[in-house]
Every structure is written in structure tokens, then in C-alpha cells.
């Protein structure tokens, strides 16, 4: 299934960059823009064992890149956030004490804080390919919290005190080096060359850190770390990302 899906998307890509027939695009421009906004859309393939460790054949994340684009040369720079929820878990209860149905929701999340460097060949095309770089740090996060099912907040300070989140727990909190590397398109949307559909197909290499998977057990345990058992990998992936560019323009 993984194969079948980067090939489909390799041979869509490919089609779409000959399909292309707008001309003066870029290089044929006298106007480059200066900023490039691009929220992403991420489908992760672990590898290796990282893939082992995380028992998962893919990863669904979400994220942001923005850029500065210099106005004489092929190169943007910028920063991008990705973050990925590999596993979440809930569970209903009662509390005892207070006496009012809950739940218990435990998240796991993975997140990705780079800076990234950009190079575009001076291709006369319409489409614009591109040679990409990033290094920065990853985090592998898990984390628990309890809230009252059925909450109705009321405008009254005492009452928003008392229904908030409870029983919050982190279980996990490991930072550590990343970098990574991506080759990609644009390609445009529109003739007035504000919007473009940017694809990546990027690999993700991390150092060694702990994060959390759910164990083995049939039954939900009453306590959320019962429920978890740690794992010791590098970030090994490989990913594909699709974006909607929004580029900026000083005039």
C-alpha cells in the first residue's frame, strides 16, 4: 500500500508538471515574491527502527512554513513547525467523588521545529522545482487529561474554575536534534500567481529519544502510565507533504 501510494503520487506529479503551459512564471518574471506562507498537510512512513518501535505503518501531521524569498537569487530561508499524533486513547468514567460522568483523553504527538533552506533551479518553467534542507529539533510527547462529559460552561469565574481540565499528567517530554531533506514542486493555481499546490516527497532523521505506545492489555487500566509502555528509537521517516502556498508580493 505504501509503494502503491508514493508511486500514484510520483506519476500524478508528473503530469501535473507537464501539463503546465503558463509562461513568464518565474524566471521569465521581473517580479520574484518576497514571502511565501505554506500551511502543510503531512502523511509519515516509519522506517527501520523507528517503524518497529512505534507499531505504526503511517503518521498523520500538520504544519506551517514560512519563508523569505530573495528578490535576485534562488533561495528561500525560513522556519516550518510539523506535528504529528501518532496514538490517542480515551476512556470513560465516573468520578466517585463529585459524582458527574468524565472522560480521560491521552494524545502522543511527535513535533518537528526547523529552519529551512531552499534552493530553485533557474529552470524556464512554469512550475517550480525545488532542492530543500531543514535542521532543528524534534520532541516526542505524550500527555493525559480528564473533563467532565457533557461540560456546559457558565459565565460564572467559580464555575469555569471547577469545570476545566483535571487530573492533566505528561508522560513524556524528550527533545532532541532533527534534520531533514526534501525535493518538490509548485505548481501554479492561478493566473494572478498568489496561490500554488506545493507536493514534497522529504525524509526525516532524528536522534535517539523515548516516547510512548500503548501496551498490550485487552482492558483500559485506571491509571493513564498503566496503560503506556516506553520505547528507545531514532526518527527515521520518510514522508509526503502537500501544501497550499500563499506568495506575497510587494506591489
Not at 505504501?2 to 503530469?15: A, E, G, R, Y
Not at 518501535?53 to 519563508?67: C, E, M, P, S
Request: hydrophobic letters at 40%; aromatic letters at 14%; proline letters at 3%.
Amino acid at each position: 500500500m505504501k509503494h502503491f501510494t508514493l508511486s500514484t503520487i510520483l506519476c500524478f506529479s508528473s503530469i501535473l508538471l507537464l501539463s503546465q503551459t503558463e509562461e513568464d512564471y518565474y524566471y521569465g518574471s521581473s517580479e520574484r515574491a518576497f514571502l511565501d506562507l505554506v500551511p502543510e498537510f503531512e502523511l509519515g512512513f516509519p522506517v527501520g527502527e523507528f517503524a518497529t518501535d512505534i507499531n505504526r505503518d503511517a503518521l498523520v501531521g500538520k504544519g506551517i512554513g514560512v519563508y523569505y524569498r530573495f528578490a535576485r537569487q534562488p533561495l528561500d530561508i525560513g522556519v516550518r513547525f510539523t506535528g504529528f499524533t501518532y496514538d490517542k486513547m480515551r476512556r470513560d468514567f465516573r468520578d466517585t467523588i463529585v459524582n458527574f460522568n468524565a472522560f480521560e483523553k491521552t494524545k502522543h504527538k511527535i513535533w518537528l521545529l526547523q529552519g529551512v533552506v531552499r534552493f530553485e533551479p533557474p529552470l524556464n518553467t512554469s512550475t517550480i522545482l525545488f532542492l530543500e534542507g531543514a535542521a532543528g529539533w524534534r520532541r516526542f510527547y505524550s500527555k493525559s487529561f480528564s473533563q467532565e462529559e457533557g461540560l456546559v460552561r457558565y459565565l460564572i469565574d467559580a464555575d469555569l474554575a471547577a469545570m476545566d481540565r483535571f487530573d492533566r499528567i505528561t508522560h513524556n517530554s524528550d527533545w532532541g536534534t532533527a534534520i531533514s531533506a526534501a525535493v518538490g514542486a509548485k505548481f501554479i493555481l492561478e493566473q494572478t500567481r498568489k496561490t500554488a499546490l506545493e507536493i514534497k516527497l522529504c525524509y526525516h532523521w532524528g536522534v535517539s529519544g523515548d516516547f510512548m505506545i500503548r501496551n498490550d492489555l485487552d482492558d483500559i487500566q485506571d491509571d493513564p502510565f498503566d496503560n503506556l509502555q516506553e520505547r528507545h528509537a531514532p526518527l527515521t521517516m520518510f514522508s509526503l507533504k502537500i501544501g497550499l502556498s500563499f506568495l506575497g508580493y510587494s506591489g
